[in-house]
Antibody, heavy 117, light 110 residues
Framework: EVQLVESGGGLIQPGGSLRLSCAASEFTVSSDYMSWVRQAPGKGLEWVSVIYTSGNTYYADSVKGRFTISRDNSKNTLYLQMNSLRAEDTAVYYCARVGKSDSFDIWGQGTVVTVSS | QSALTQPASVSGSPGQSITISCTGTSGDVGAYNLVSWYQHHPGKAPKLMIYAGSQRPSGISNRFSGSKSGNTASLTISGLQAEDEADYYC??????????FGTGTKVTVL
């Protein structure tokens, strides 16, 4: 079954760092565009970042310079390195595959990140 | 990037049709035929319902349809069913390798 499984979320203090992982099954992350999307408590979905098959990476202004998206082809896993975390980064983080016509066709179940002292 | 504008809530009775609007700008919705729609039940993964404005992925009921006019995209759910009660989000490619989601609409089946 094609699926994505996120891990790595948790409680972290402001200013801290956290790395999220997203393991893929039945498809290859390096052969598709992959993205991270988050949802803060009581808020809507927010696009965070994308990595293309070329390895080029792009970010929302809200995380640019603090977050880094990457992948490990040998582990078929997507990552999101989050540094200088702020309270407003508190959210459920989803990884998603970018499919036809720039839609997000496969989603993970999400991992919760809470930034609080 | 500013979020696309959706109504906060839409409701309908079983069997009725409802339409959710998604208003962007000439830089996102109006510029590309790359609007997608997602159904999101709380605590679950979002689910792709429509891509490229009006295309349904395999397995999605034909009760769901999408369209676009100018800077506004729309999702119509016909023959409303209890299981359709969820949050719905539009999303558009916004140029410069970025994407923007809508503010979200809570659909209630009366």
């Amino acid at each position: 079954e094609v699926q994505l499984v996120e891990s790595g979320g948790g409680l972290i203090q402001p200013g801290g760092s956290l790395r999220l992982s997203c393991a893929a099954s039945e498809f290859t992350v390096s052969s598709d565009y992959m993205s991270w999307v988050r949802q803060a408590p009581g808020k809507g979905l927010e696009w965070v970042s994308v990595i293309y098959t070329s390895g080029n990476t792009y970010y929302a202004d809200s995380v640019k310079g603090r977050f880094t998206i990457s992948r490990d082809n040998s582990k078929n896993t997507l990552y999101l390195q989050m540094n200088s975390l702020r309270a407003e980064d508190t959210a459920v983080y989803y990884c998603a595959r970018v499919g036809k016509s720039d839609s997000f066709d496969i989603w993970g179940q999400g991992t919760v990140v809470t930034v609080s002292s | 990037q500013s979020a696309l504008t959706q109504p906060a809530s839409v409701s309908g009775s079983p069997g009725q049709s409802i339409t959710i609007s998604c208003t962007g700008t000439s830089g996102d919705v109006g510029a590309y035929n790359l609007v997608s729609w997602y159904q999101h039940h709380p605590g679950k993964a979002p689910k792709l319902m429509i891509y490229a404005g009006s295309q349904r992925p395999s397995g999605i009921s034909n009760r769901f349809s999408g369209s676009k006019s100018g800077n506004t995209a729309s999702l119509t759910i016909s023959g409303l069913q209890a299981e359709d009660e969820a949050d719905y989000y539009c999303c558009s490619y916004a140029g410069s390798n970025t994407y923007v989601f809508g503010t979200g609409t809570k659909v209630t089946v009366l």
